[in-house]
């Protein structure tokens, strides 16, 4: 009988080994995916991440070219501001000054939206250029607020929201935007 005891202990005992030989191939094999996945997770967090990179660099040299782009607009209109307005000339030398230039652009709205008034053209001529609502107001010598009702009203008479009267007005002067 202790005989038998022997071999059952010992089939228990080779059971036992078998399956803590068994747990540990398991645990070994667990482990090993796991840091396979965490490699996996790394390497997609980095490829993310240079993409990331990438995409965020490409809005950056859009940025960079669209203020190069938006600098020569300022540039052309500051120039042809400072000769009015920063030596004291009139609003009104500006705008006759901006209306030669413009001549068939301002002829072409006066026409088709007879409802605009040299103010409403010479905000459409301002945003041409480039100008923003800030210098807008700073040329004209107005509050903001009575710059958004401007150009609601000058929406108004368009037909066309406030917020596309920028590209609108870029789009209608740019055949003959001045090359200074």
Request: glycine residues 4%; contains cysteine.
């Amino acid at each position: 009988m202790n005989y038998e005891i022997a071999i059952g202990s010992t089939f228990l005992l080779i059971g036992i080994l078998v399956v803590v030989f068994i747990w540990i191939i398991i645990k070994t094999d667990i482990i090993n995916h796991k840091l396979e996945t965490q490699e996996l997770q790394r390497n997609i967090a980095e490829q993310e991440s240079e993409e990331w990179r990438e995409k965020l660099l490409e809005k950056v040299k859009e940025k960079i070219a669209l203020t190069e782009q938006a600098q020569n607009r300022i540039t052309r209109g500051e120039d042809l501001v400072a000769q009015f307005i920063y030596h004291q000339q009139g609003i009104e030398e500006l705008s006759q000054e901006l209306f030669d230039i413009y001549q068939k652009p301002i002829s072409t709205l006066k026409k088709k939206y007879p409802d605009l008034t040299e103010l409403d053209l010479l905000v459409l001529c301002l945003l041409g250029i480039g100008m923003d609502n800030v210098e807008i107001c700073a040329i004209l010598r107005m509050e903001k607020r009575t710059l958004y009702r401007r150009r609601q009203l000058i929406a108004q008479r368009t037909g066309m929201s406030s917020t596309m009267l920028e590209d609108f007005s870029k789009g209608i002067l740019q055949e003959i935007v001045p090359d200074n």
